[in-house]
């Protein structure tokens, strides 16, 4: 599976949005870019996911490049409860569906 | 609808004990997924099944290590003479069909693993 590229740690303040970045310069052609979070003390959860147009739903926007060897996660207005570690994960089909997680990067939103 | 559910939230245990950690998966998910996470590691995935049978089985650290599911639902991992690294949280997850790739999981909550 291609590999992913996050900053390790994050600060945003409340209500301001976050750009949360993440580098796939190997990506192929049938990944899906997926973005899950964790936070404190729970099981990781499905935040949002896509393949080469922007996508938004209730909880975050993502963009992901032109060329997609990147994308962005958006969270429009940060709250506290978006503390979390933000994981973005290539998926391909073919595979078991098991998901790769590196190291994510931690976001810390200050009131 | 019920999420995925994980037993026991937490379990202290001595070196050398076996130990049986439960999921249940949402109901009607034909995929189910075992992965650890210790202190200060990252997520890695353990054990994957379709149905009854587990096609990937390339993330169990040792031959200690064992699951099975039964009926096409509820999954066991079993630790056997448990060892101090073996402390963790074991987390499960589901999804309805994992071959599309745009397919997503729903994870327990985890079982917090502690082996004095």
């Known amino acids: 599976d291609a590999k992913t590229t996050q900053p390790n740690s994050m600060e945003s303040n409340e209500e301001e949005p976050v750009h949360l970045p993440c580098n796939h310069s190997?990506?192929?052609?049938?990944?899906?870019i997926h973005w899950y979070r964790q936070l404190p003390s729970q099981g990781p959860e499905y935040v949002i996911h896509g393949l080469t147009s922007n996508v938004n739903n209730r909880m975050a926007s993502l963009a992901i490049a032109e060329d997609r060897k990147s994308s962005t996660l958006i969270l429009h207005r940060a709250t506290l409860r978006d503390a979390a570690v933000y994981y973005c994960?290539?998926?391909?089909?073919?595979?078991?569906?098991?998901?790769?997680f590196g190291q994510g990067t931690t976001l810390q939103v200050k009131p | 609808g019920a999420g995925v559910s994980q037993s026991p939230s937490n379990k202290v245990t001595e070196k050398g004990k076996d130990v049986e950690l439960r999921c249940d998966p949402i109901?009607?998910?034909?995929?189910l997924y075992w992965y650890r996470q210790s202190l200060g590691q990252g997520l890695e995935f353990l054990i994957y099944?379709?149905?009854?049978?587990?096609?990937?089985k390339s993330g169990l650290p040792s031959d200690r290590f064992s699951a099975e599911r039964t009926g096409g639902s509820v999954s066991t991992l079993t630790i056997q003479r448990t060892q101090q690294e073996d402390s963790a949280v074991y987390l499960c997850?589901?999804?309805?069909?994992?071959?599309?790739?745009?397919?997503?999981?729903?994870f327990g909550p985890g079982t917090r693993l502690l082996v004095l």
């Open positions: 997850a589901s999804s309805y069909n994992p071959g599309p790739p745009q397919e997503t999981q729903y």
């Open positions: 190997t990506i192929s052609g049938t990944d899906y």
């Open positions: 099944f379709q149905g009854n049978s587990a096609p990937d």
């Open positions: 109901s009607g998910h034909t995929a």
């Open positions: 994960i290539l998926k391909r089909s073919g595979n078991t569906g098991k998901l790769i």
